[in-house]
């Protein structure tokens, strides 16, 4: 698969470097070209000229690449909304890497 987009939280940043993930979170800083989001920790999002990312407290889902530093540099962001179950996303995660030959293979 050439377009395996992971989806990970914050703690599985590290093992995605300079590789393409999604990722959800709710927004809790946006600030100039950047926002924060709180995906299971504190994430750095670079934001493309077209974000949706516009609303503090709603759920983003962010498909882009992780930096060296773990932020990531957003290639498209969708915005759910502030009414979204968290813990439902944060079980696709843990499903995503517990049963990972599903879903991306593991380099």
């Not at 504190?42 to 759920?59: A, E, P, R």
């Amino acid at each position: 698969m050439s377009d395996q987009t992971p989806r990970v939280n914050a703690s599985y940043l590290s093992n995605f470097t300079t590789q393409t993930v999604r990722i959800a979170g709710k927004v809790i800083e946006i600030q100039g070209g950047s926002a924060t989001i709180d995906a299971q920790g504190t994430v750095v999002i670079h934001l493309d000229g077209d974000t949706n990312i516009k609303t503090v407290g709603n759920v983003v889902e962010v498909i882009g690449r992780v930096n060296n530093d773990q932020s990531i540099k957003e290639f498209v962001s969708s915005d759910f909304g502030p009414n979204v179950e968290l813990s439902a996303i944060e079980a696709v995660v843990q499903a995503t890497h517990t049963y990972r030959e599903l879903f991306y293979d593991p380099k």
